[in-house]
């Protein structure tokens, strides 16, 4: 069974950074294209950033572009968010997804529709 779990979120203050971890089991995950995604209260869940397999290639949200990095260990079958410059609107929870089929890309929007496989995911709270 797939199964996706994220770490590292938590409490922090205006400008912290923090570090995100998916882990899977039971599969490669540098088979698939993985996405990070949040949803804030009251809001729809959007894309934050995305990276293909096997080549890498990355894609972000506008406004976390120059603050956030996505990345993957294959030898841990982990991939991560490294969140700097955190900031209140940054305040969500966070959710790792594999898309629904391996190799497919992310595209330039990557839709959560795209996405069959879920974490339970980590809150972020960024708050002074």
């Known amino acids: 069974q797939v199964q996706l779990v994220e770490s590292g979120g938590g409490l922090v203050q205006p400008g912290a950074s923090l570090k995100l971890s998916c882990a899977a089991s039971e599969f490669t995950l540098d088979d698939y294209a993985v996405g990070w995604f949040r949803q804030a209260p009251g809001k729809e869940r959007e894309g934050v950033a995305c990276?293909?397999?096997?080549?890498?290639?990355?894609y972000y949200k506008a406004s976390v572009k120059s603050r956030f990095t996505i990345s993957r260990d294959n030898a841990k079958n982990t991939v991560y968010l490294v969140m700097n410059s955190l900031k209140p609107e940054d305040t969500a929870v966070y959710s790792c997804?594999?898309?629904?089929?391996?190799?497919?890309?992310?595209?330039?929007?990557?839709?959560?529709?795209?996405?069959?496989?879920w974490g339970q995911g980590t809150q972020v709270t960024v708050s002074s």
């Open positions: 990276i293909n397999s096997r080549n890498g290639n990355t």
């Open positions: 997804a594999t898309h629904r089929f391996p190799l497919r890309s992310c595209g330039s929007t990557w839709p959560s529709r795209d996405f069959g496989s």
